[in-house]
């Protein structure tokens, strides 16, 4: 169980600006712009869930989960961890947690992974006979019998990642969170690693909080959606809830030969290519059956599709709804 | 005797890994060797011009010798301008996250990483120098400890020369933290540790005044002691009074050393998101 309570972070950044002159002043009196990261962060998850913690770049995410994480240290506010606060019993609450930073490596960089996980294990303090055993499994869902031999520095981003995950895991954690954990990967490596984290979460109950710029990730994992922008909660809830609270709004594709677009309440046109439109339509407002009719009456339809609206392009909404 | 062995093993991994990776570099190995080994001989021959003199002198010619060999056999024990290229990125490229992320001190942690690198590397090069110095001819050989005293006493004050220097160097690693440039401290530490801890010249040699300085240094307690008390340049009180010394500085430096690796933490900004 995860409980953060008004949770304060500001972030002193010293102010610089271009040119000689003004680097010659600020060496003598530095300017700092203060730079609120975080302003009263709430929520609480039980164990078990998994949640999708997005909002755009410097919203906070990465702030939040270091926070919960026990690497930064809030100027206000209280979180509690399973009964531990992260800062205050730091050693002992990350002996029950896993992170994963997506942009950086746990891994010696020179030693065979297996080296660097044989280190973790002695860290951890983890027995020797529940080490090989979680061992082997996370060897076999993440495949990485081929690559424990390997130093860290030859393996490719999406082999490092399958053994970052891994390394966060051997002393199997009840908490994980992973920050950005499928930054850069190819399609086959995000998949690979979407698929094991499912099971991880069916069958070992780990409560994940991941951050993430991949809808698709959320789409995949999340059960539950936290928006955050300029350091403040905008939204909390599931996918679900949010496709209705928003509409449940409808992709219309039309490919055609010619004729006027409609103008209907609730019809937007997204985008217009020759012989392409692109609208988004609002059922609330035009039922999709009107839509269609309008459009039919206007223009000389060649194929038409339905669809309900990315996830993607509904974050964005989201994103310009709070202004964020 | 379970739980202590549980709280040894993450610092006895640590030392194994860094091992481990030592191992991996045999030619940077050889490289030094072979550097350590000319530069000792071009330092003997240098004051073997100087003896030649008849100036008066505070070591024997042969006390001399065995000083410089020592030095050079276990340089990457004493030297102050050894860093861990790793630690450093670790707090100006945000890696440190990770460190942090561990249920170990940071402290603790960094202090057996700095002291597991230089053991790793001493013990690595050392062999081939002291070799080659014990078995060159007359007055350029490194000769045996003055006395089997002398010898234990070589050992413990090297240990704890060792101590010495790992908190010293956490003590730069520390202040990386606030400067997030470690250039300008670690070339001050550098270069003034590397006169007052008698790695260009053997403190003996120093003017009185300087030499008093010097010697009460903490810079003075990580090789000038134990390198000299091996040759029997020092003994007896004199070599006593001085193991005080360095225990003195080994405390005070652990407690600065924490203070402001604490005082970092608290304040610690992850680099780069």
Redesign the interface.
């Known amino acids: 169980m995860i409980a953060l309570r008004n949770i304060q972070k500001t972030?002193r950044v010293p102010k610089r600006e271009a040119g000689f002159g003004r680097a010659a002043r600020s060496f003598f009196r530095r300017e700092y712009t203060e730079i609120r990261a975080l302003d009263g962060v709430s929520f609480t998850v039980p164990d078990g869930q998994t949640v999708g913690y997005i909002g755009p770049n410097g919203a906070g995410k990465?702030s939040t989960v270091?926070i919960m994480?026990?690497?930064?240290?809030p100027d206000g506010g209280e979180c509690e961890i399973d009964g531990l606060c992260p800062w205050r019993d730091?050693?002992?609450h990350?002996?029950n947690?896993g992170?994963v930073?997506g942009?950086?490596?746990?891994l010696?960089w020179?030693?065979p992974v297996a080296?660097?996980f044989?280190?973790l294990?002695?860290?951890?303090?983890v027995e020797e006979a529940r080490f090989q055993k979680t061992l082997r499994e996370l060897t076999e869902l993440l495949e990485l019998d081929e690559i424990l031999k390997t130093p860290a520095r030859m393996l490719s981003l999406g082999q490092r990642m399958r053994c970052e995950i891994a390394a966060s895991l051997l002393h199997e954690p009840k908490t994980l969170f992973l920050d950005e954990p499928t930054i850069g990967l190819d399609a086959s490596s995000k998949i690979a690693v979407r698929e094991f984290l499912k099971t991880l979460r069916r069958e070992k109950n780990t409560t994940i909080i991941l951050t993430t710029h991949d809808m698709a990730d959320i789409e995949a994992l999340a059960e539950r959606i936290l928006l955050i922008g300029k350091g403040k909660i905008l939204l909390d809830g599931s996918f679900e809830e949010l496709r209705k609270r928003h509409g449940g709004k409808k992709l219309l594709t039309a490919v055609v030969d010619g004729g006027t677009v409609p103008v209907r309440e609730g019809l937007v046109l997204l985008e217009q290519k020759p012989g392409l439109w692109r609208f988004s339509v609002d059922p609330a407002l035009l039922p999709v059956s009107d839509a269609i009719e309008a459009l039919a009456a206007l223009a000389q339809l060649r194929d038409l599709t339905v669809e309900d609206e990315s996830l993607e392009a509904l974050v964005l909404s989201l994103y310009r709804e709070f202004r964020v | 005797m379970k739980k202590l062995r549980?709280s040894v093993?993450?610092y006895?991994?640590?030392f194994?890994?860094r091992f481990?990776?030592e191992l991996?570099y045999r030619a940077a190995a050889l490289a030094g060797v072979a550097t350590q080994f000319v530069w000792g001989a071009m330092e003997i021959l240098l004051f073997r011009a100087f003896y030649e003199t008849g100036a008066e002198t505070p070591m024997t010619f042969s006390q001399l010798v065995t000083y410089e060999w020592l030095q050079q056999a276990f340089l990457a024990l004493f030297m102050l301008w050894f860093w861990d290229a790793d630690i450093i990125e670790c707090i100006t490229k945000?890696?440190?996250?990770?460190e942090?992320?561990?249920?170990?001190?940071l402290y603790r942690m960094w202090f057996t990483r700095v002291v597991a690198q230089r053991l790793s590397r001493a013990l690595l090069r050392c062999v081939p120098i002291l070799l080659v110095a014990s078995l060159l001819p007359s007055p350029y050989r490194m000769t045996l400890p003055a006395s089997p005293l002398a010898f234990l006493g070589f050992l413990l004050t090297a240990f704890l020369g060792l101590l010495v220097v790992a908190a010293l160097t956490m003590l730069v690693y520390g202040l990386t933290f606030f400067t997030m440039s470690p250039g300008g401290v670690r070339i001050f530490a550098a270069a003034v540790a590397e006169l007052l801890s008698g790695a260009v010249v053997p403190l003996p040699f120093f003017p009185e005044k300087l030499r008093l300085i010097a010697e009460l240094s903490p810079f003075a307690a990580v090789q000038n002691l134990p390198l000299r008390i091996y040759s029997g340049n020092l003994a007896g009180t004199e070599a006593l009074v001085f193991l005080l010394v360095q225990l003195f500085w080994l405390l005070a430096l652990w407690a600065l050393g924490g203070g402001l690796i604490r005082r970092a933490q608290?304040?610690?900004?992850?680099q780069?998101?």
């Open positions: 972030f990465s270091k994480s026990g690497i930064l240290t730091r050693k002992k990350v002996a947690i992170v930073f942009q950086r490596s746990q010696w020179d030693v080296d660097s044989a280190l294990r002695d860290i951890y303090g | 549980s093993r993450p006895a991994a640590l194994r890994l481990v990776r991996q945000g890696n440190i996250a990770y942090l992320a561990r249920p170990m001190g608290r304040r610690v900004v992850v780069g998101g």
